[in-house]
């Protein structure tokens, strides 16, 4: 798929723990995990909302595309 | 229990009489007709032609199998709905098994429309068989009844299909985050 998910990346800028961010946002680690791995569907725009105020960073840095 | 459990109870509990009526129905009409009058429209149609009474032994079998069929795809329905309704029970209302279930109803309803379309013709064919050429009969018939039927199987055809596509969305939605 050609947007490609940049969590992982932004959460070693930030020295964040997965689980730590799994947490404030509310969802399960399973599903953050899926989510860094770029394995889902879609995010929810509250979902989108809570990781950008938790990382302090706009939903460009954590999404990216790429063409194919 | 609540009381949608004990609906879908009440539910399994009215099948199964509908199956021990339908098969205690179909075997008695032919054993001994005369203990049911009143009863039964293949039982008045073949009155029409001598009477279930006055038919020989091969003939009181075949009639008995061309009844069995019909009601034989009736009860294989009313079991469907039952496997359907143990899914609900159990929480599955968009589970695969649901929606197999749902469809094989319909089929089974749609052959047994079928069925008991050819039924009248099969039993008319038979009850005057013996009857010398010239005094034999073919009758075709196509009752409301028939075209009715066709509502409850197209139904469970299309609720089927909604299960499928509830369940495609369900599981879109478990990989939205």
New interface residues.
């Given amino acids: 798929m050609p947007i490609t998910v940049r969590l992982d990346v932004m959460l070693a800028e930030r020295k964040v723990k997965s689980k730590d961010l799994a947490a404030h946002v509310g969802i399960t680690e399973a599903n953050l995990s899926l989510l860094k791995s770029g394995k889902v569907k879609g995010v929810r725009f509250a979902t989108l909302e809570a990781i950008c105020k938790y990382l302090d960073c706009q939903p460009g840095d954590l999404l990216r595309y790429e063409e194919d | 229990m609540n009381n949608k459990l004990l609906s879908l109870t009440l539910l399994k509990w009215i099948i199964w009489f509908s199956i021990t009526l339908i098969i205690t129905f179909n075997v008695w009409i032919w054993v001994d007709p005369s203990a049911l009058s009143h009863l039964g429209a293949e039982k008045r149609l073949i009155d029409n032609y001598g009477g279930i009474s006055g038919m020989v032994l091969w003939q009181r079998i075949a009639g008995f199998v061309v009844d069995a069929l019909p009601a034989g795809l009736l009860i294989a329905a009313l079991a469907s709905l039952i496997g359907l309704i143990r899914q609900l029970e159990a929480g599955n209302w968009f589970a695969e098994a649901s929606e197999r279930a749902l469809a094989r109803v319909g089929h089974l309803m749609l052959w047994y429309l079928l069925a008991s379309f050819l039924n009248d013709t099969l039993l008319v064919l038979i009850a005057t068989a013996t009857n010398p050429p010239g005094e034999r009969a073919l009758a075709i018939s196509l009752s409301s009844d028939t075209v009715l039927g066709l509502v409850p199987a197209l139904m469970a055809l299309v609720i089927a299909r909604m299960v499928r596509l509830a369940r495609e969305q369900r599981d879109?939605l478990n990989?939205?985050?």
């Fill in positions: 879109e990989q939205i985050v």
